[in-house]
């Protein structure tokens, strides 16, 4: 059976990972340009370690599970550069039948070694071994992001563009993920628009820009000051845009209406 359906085809990226179009979003999965994998390790799973590096449990959210490659680059990541290390993964998602179809997607020939997670996880949607627990949620990440409290040490803001999700960018979301995370905790995200990081910043979080060769820049977001990455003055952003709200529900829920 192949991955294609009505509402999803298969698109190659640059750093020759898959990724997939949704045609109800009419969004790819992945920057096609930074290429899948290569996006997912340079904008979440790095980021997102070097700044847990000393635990030895680490709890990570990772918005939305999608096609998994977040959360099975992070497998591979941590089995890598530590083996010893708990690590539990929560991921919402609100597509079920894009889960189930993932035994089909051609995933990169690094996550060859994790196909057992990979059918366990589109199956069951839980996955346990020595180091790893992973639970997927089957729904509104929304409602699920509701069940925690100071638990998460890094959170992987991957939704859909706020354009196209705006009620997984608002201000209202971003204070309940900053209550679901533990207050040294790290936000990594591809977007750099100034709504995003306005919302994050008008809910406690200091901004930092994600830069390097080999794809755009991104941010990371937390709620104390880190070392060694490049800050955004936000209080100087904010003077040349005065005007420039971030996305609240409000205005989602109306638009919907
Ligand atoms: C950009 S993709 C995530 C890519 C994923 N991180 C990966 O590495 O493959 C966004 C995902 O969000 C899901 N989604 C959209 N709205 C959602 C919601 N309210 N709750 C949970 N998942 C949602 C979509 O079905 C889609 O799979």
Redesign the pocket.
Known sequence: MSFNDDLHSLTLSEDGSY?AY?KE?D????STRDG?LHE?LVKHVVPGYLHVENKLEVNIL??????????L?TVLYYKKYVPQLKVNIYS????AS?VKSLVNFEYPAEFEVLREMIETLSTKGIYKDKNFYIELFL????E?IKRFEDKFDIV?Q???SPST?P??WTKEYFRDIANAMKKEGVLTTYSIAFKTRMALYENGFHIYLNTGEGYRDATIASQIQLLNVVSVDMEHKISCNPHMLSLRDKDIIKQEI
């Open positions: 990724t949704s979003y969004e790819h999965y992945h899948a997912s990772d918005i939305c599970y999608g096609l998994g490659f977040n959360t680059a919402p998602e609100l597509d894009l729904g509104d990440a929304r699920y992987y991957d939704a859909f999700n009620i997984l």
